[in-house]
């Protein structure tokens, strides 16, 4: 390994918005700018839903670009500001970053081109366009997935810096989100083999038992690092706050545990 990925972490910020506003990096301040950029557009087609009514469920609807944008927006602002504490040199987590806010942005704007143009973003391959965005989603989708297994490889090769608790938290977050990308990884194959055999209305129906466990195990990434951090700004001890991000974590899992057995009663 490269002398540059065994350089010593940079100090993490003790408040995640000092850290956003003073101390960040130009790449990571772009990655935030971007995050927030994607939650205004979901929260955006939130709006244009309410005014243009229509379905909230089913492969054409508003709901689409406002759950991709603030889930995009929201784990690329969460990655952003956990990879601070990576014990990683600043060139190749950089360079990460930048990746993966690049895809994001790719991933959401697919997205949303689709639903103005009132048709499903994945696993739609009735035309050559529409084959390409959906062959286009299903790279990027690839892309995320090497990205943040790098991520997580990182977090447990080397123990991540922070606070009690935040090591654990981060490593967690990183194992749970995994967990994200494989139902994610599972609904496109699954849909793509359906799509390819004639079956495309069976094709989005497939999707449904795997949403809730890819919902669920999204946004442990952010959830349990802030939970360390805000046990961070408290007077107990370390080994109590240690304590609670592990209760945290066993609680998440029996979460995500229990969504996987609804994924495979239904599935």
């Keep these: ?14 408040n995640p918005l000092t850290g956003i506003l003073t101390r960040a990096r130009p790449a990571e301040r772009l990655c935030h700018v971007t995050g927030v950029l994607l939650v205004l557009s979901g929260l955006a087609h939130l709006v244009v839903f309410a005014v243009d009514g229509g379905p909230w469920y089913g492969p054409v609807s508003w709901r689409k670009p406002v759950t991709f944008g603030l889930s995009f927006g929201l784990t690329l602002m969460a990655v952003t500001w956990v990879a601070s504490y990576l014990r990683v040199g ?5 360079v990460l970053l930048l990746v993966f806010a690049a895809d994001c942005v790719v991933e959401v704007g697919g997205i949303t081109l689709q639903a103005w143009r009132r048709v499903p973003s994945h696993l739609d391959m009735e035309t050559p366009f529409d084959t ?10 690839g892309v995320l997935v090497v990205l943040l297994t790098v991520f997580a490889v ?3 090769r080397r ?4 606070p009690a608790g935040m ?3 981060v490593r967690s977050g990183f194992a749970v989100l995994l967990v994200a990308l494989a139902s994610g990884a599972a609904m496109i194959a699954r849909g793509v083999v359906l799509v390819r055999t004639g ?3 069976a094709a989005y129906d497939s999707t449904a038992p795997l949403k809730p466990l890819h919902g669920v195990s999204l946004h442990a990434v952010l959830v349990l690092p802030a ?3 805000l046990l961070s700004r408290t007077t107990w001890s370390e080994r109590t706050r240690w304590r609670v991000v592990a209760a945290a974590v066993g609680c998440y899992a029996a979460a995500v545990a229990a969504a996987g057995v609804w994924a495979v009663l239904t599935y």
């Design 90 to 94: 600043e060139r190749p987590r950089t």
């Design 132 to 141: 390409a965005v959906s062959m286009m989603l299903a790279v990027g989708g």
């Design 167 to 169: 090591a654990l938290a």
């Design 199 to 201: 079956h495309q209305q």
């Design 1 to 14: 390994m490269s002398s540059s990925l065994k350089s010593p972490p940079r100090k993490a910020p003790a």
């Design 159 to 162: 123990r991540p810096a922070g």
């Design 154 to 156: 990182v977090s447990f």
């Design 227 to 229: 939970l360390a951090w």
